[in-house]
C-alpha cells in the first residue's frame, strides 16, 4: 500500500528540482547572489536535492525489504538491480544531452549526477536490508565527516563547468565518487538517511530527538557565521554551508530539514491515521507518482529553453519569476492528467515492467 505523505514528498522534492533548474536556466536580470531572490531561489535548491536522495534512498530500501522478506534468489535480486540501475544511468544520459553545454544547457554529455548516484543506491540497497540500524548509522556518521577527510579532493576551487566535466576515465570517477556534482562521497549520506527514516518510521521519538539536535546544530552554524563574519549558506564558494561541494554542516542542516518536513507530512498515516491536512494536499500526489519522469522531462523543457536563451539578454525580475512559478506548476496538472489517461506510459511503468520477478 502506498503512504500518501511519501508521494506528497516525493513530489515536493522533484518540483523544488524543478524550480532551481528553471531559476538557473533563466535568472532574472539585475539580481546578485546575495539579492533575497537568489537567497530564496537557493535555499529550495539546496532542499531540494536532498530531499529527492533521501526520499529515493526511502523508495529504493522499502522495496529492498520486501523482496528480502520474500526471500528473493540471487538471479531475482539481479533482475530487480539491473534493470533498475540501468534505466537510472540511460535516464542521467538522457538528461545531459536533453540540457547539453554545446546548446546553451549545463552538462556534458558524460557527466555523472543525481541519477547516477541512485543507480549506485540501486546495487547496494540489498546490502543495507541485510546491515542493521547502529551499522548504518555509523556509516552515515562517516560520511557525515568525510568532507573533512577528502579536504581539497572534493575541489572546493572546481567551476561548475569543470564538476560536469572529466578529460579522462580517471577524472570521471572522481567526479563520479568525491568532487562532481553529487559524487557518493558525500551524498550517499542521504540514501542511508532515508533508509533509517524507514526503519524508524514507527518510532516517531527517535526521529523527533534526531531533529531536534539537527536544530541545535543548525543554530550553532548561525552562530559560527555571524561570529567569524563569513556567509551562512553559499551554492559554492566561502560560506559556513556550501552545497558544490557539499561541506559537512550543509548535510547536518538539510538533513534536519528533510526530517522536520518528513515527520510533518507524515501527520499520524504511519499508525493507521490520516497525512497532514488529510486529503487536502493530495493533489500533490500524480506528482509524486511521477517523480522520476517529471525530473527527467522538465529537463527536455529547459533544453529548448535554453536554445532559445542562448545569446539573448536576461528577462526581467517579473517575467522571469512567473516563467520559473508556471514551469514549476504545470507538472501537478500535468500529473494528474497523465494518471487519468496514460498511466502506463512513464518511466515508472517502464521500472515496473522491468523488475518483475516472475
Known amino acids: 500500500m502506498r503512504l500518501g505523505h511519501i508521494d506528497r514528498i516525493r513530489a515536493i522534492a522533484v518540483l523544488c528540482m524543478v524550480e532551481v533548474h528553471t531559476a538557473a536556466i533563466v535568472p532574472p536580470q539585475g539580481i546578485s547572489v546575495g539579492h533575497p531572490a537568489a537567497f530564496v531561489a537557493a535555499a529550495f535548491g539546496g532542499m531540494a536535492a536532498p530531499l529527492f536522495v533521501t526520499i529515493s534512498g526511502w523508495g529504493m530500501y522499502r522495496s529492498a525489504s520486501r523482496r528480502s522478506e520474500e526471500g528473493h534468489t540471487s538471479y531475482q535480486w539481479a533482475r530487480w538491480i539491473i534493470p533498475r540501475a540501468s534505466i537510472l544511468c540511460l535516464c542521467q544520459l538522457a538528461v545531459n544531452v536533453l540540457l547539453n553545454v554545446e546548446r546553451g544547457g549545463r552538462f556534458e554529455w558524460h557527466t555523472p549526477g543525481v541519477l547516477t548516484l541512485l543507480a549506485i543506491s540501486a546495487v547496494i540497497c540489498p546490502v543495507f536490508v541485510r546491515t542493521s540500524t547502529s551499522v548504518r548509522s555509523l556509516i552515515m556518521l562517516t560520511l557525515c565527516v568525510s ?108 538533513a534536519t530539514l528533510v526530517v522536520l518536513l518528513m515527520r510533518l507530512l507524515e501527520g499520524s498515516e504511519v499508525s493507521g491515521g490520516n497525512p497532514l491536512m488529510g486529503s487536502r494536499l493530495s493533489f500533490l500526489e500524480p506528482a509524486g507518482r511521477l517523480s522520476l519522469s517529471i525530473y527527467v522531462a522538465h529537463f527536455a523543457v529547459l533544453g529548448v529553453v535554453a536554445m532559445v536563451m542562448e545569446g539573448e539578454p536576461r528577462m526581467a525580475l517579473v517575467p522571469a519569476f512567473a516563467v520559473t512559478i508556471i514551469h514549476t506548476a504545470i507538472w501537478i496538472p500535468l500529473a494528474a492528467l497523465h494518471e487519468r489517461t496514460i498511466p502506463w506510459f512513464s518511466l515508472e511503468g517502464l521500472l515496473r515492467m522491468s523488475q518483475s520477478s516472475k
Open 147 to 254: 568532507p573533512l577527510l577528502i579536504g581539497g579532493n572534493a575541489g572546493q576551487d572546481l567551476s561548475w563547468f569543470d564538476r560536469v566535466d572529466a578529460a579522462n576515465v580517471e577524472e570521471w570517477f572522481a567526479r563520479l565518487l568525491w568532487n562532481g556534482t553529487y559524487p557518493v562521497l558525500p551524498w550517499m549520506f542521504f540514501v542511508i538517511l532515508g533508509t533509517l527514516l524507514h526503519d524508524y518510521s514507527r518510532d516517531p521519538r527517535i526521529r523527533e530527538r534526531g531533529a531536534f539536535l539537527g536544530v541545535i546544530a543548525t543554530l550553532a552554524t548561525i552562530v559560527i557565521s555571524v561570529i567569524e563574519g563569513v556567509d551562512w549558506a553559499l551554492t559554492s564558494g566561502d560560506a559556513v554551508l556550501t552545497f558544490f561541494p557539499a561541506s559537512m554542516p550543509f548535510l547536518v542542516v538539510s
